[in-house]
């Protein structure tokens, strides 16, 4: 049941756009398909993504008051958590936004990966009617690098983006003395720097590891984000110096 409503829903479509795109694009290019199918899936989860990153904003900016509500309840951990949910709640805040986009994210992931790990030949039998024949896929990207194998280059661009995505999204939180930090406080710094140095280096092993179709995905997926966070930010810095 879940494998059809899988198939159905996410990997079918999923292949038949990229081939019903790379029918239509200039030398039959399997790279620039996967940039625009790319493209395409950010455009039709941009709600969802967008309700995520103004969330995390505005939870950063009433960080101050929850961290008071924290301080004021700590040793009653329910109470804790039912005010800050409160303070959400009243400043139109749903903490689990990003979560419903993960879910929606990982099976549009897991079918791009199965799509791109063997793709040597088109699958007929996966095509829906209307697309007719598709004789040529083209799997050099831009007439020079073969996406059907691994690429240093494109490797080194997706743990690039990922830097920079995770750097825009992950602002450096407040300078606190050595002294004066909590394990708490020295856990959150710990992670920072996990995710804005170890995470892309990560990346790009993972990326050599497969086809740099898929590098090429998660970079153009890095790319699109970045400029969304970019456009976010500024909005809500325009926002904050008008409320001033």
């Known amino acids: 049941m879940i494998g059809n409503i899988y198939q159905i ?4 479509p999923l ?10 694009l200039p030398f039959n290019d399997l790279g620039l398909a996967i940039v625009f199918l790319t493209v395409i899936v950010r455009f039709i989860l ?19 008051e929850i ?31 990003g979560f ?34 598709v004789e040529k896929v083209n799997t050099s990207f831009l007439g020079l690098i073969d996406i059907s194998k691994p690429s240093y280059l494109i490797s080194i661009l997706a743990g690039l983006s990922q830097f ?21 406080d020295e856990l959150q710094r ?15 092993f993972i990326a050599q590891r497969f086809s740099s179709g898929l590098a090429l995905y998660w970079t153009t997926s890095n790319i699109f984000a970045i400029f969304h966070e970019i456009i976010v930010a500024r909005k809500a810095k325009k926002l904050e110096q008008n409320g001033r």
């Open 9 to 12: 829903v996410f990997f079918q």
């Open 15 to 24: 292949y038949n756009g990229l081939i019903f795109l790379t029918k239509i």
């Open 46 to 64: 941009f709600p969802l993504s967008h309700k995520s990153i103004v969330t995390q904003k505005k939870i950063k900016i009433l960080e101050p």
């Open 67 to 97: 961290n008071k509500i924290k301080n004021k309840h700590k040793e009653k951990q329910e109470e804790q958590t039912k005010q800050i949910m409160a303070l959400y709640k009243n400043h139109g805040i749903n903490p689990f936004s």
């Open 100 to 133: 419903f986009l993960i879910l929606i994210q990982l099976p549009v992931f897991i079918a791009l990966y199965t799509i791109l790990r063997n793709f040597s030949a088109i699958n007929s039998d996966l095509l829906y009617s209307f697309l007719g024949v």
């Open 164 to 184: 920079f995505q995770i750097k825009l999204s992950l602002p450096p939180g407040k300078k606190i003395p050595q002294k004066e930090r909590s394990f708490k």
């Open 190 to 204: 710990s992670m920072g720097i996990q995710m804005r140095y170890v995470m892309p280096v990560f990346i790009f």
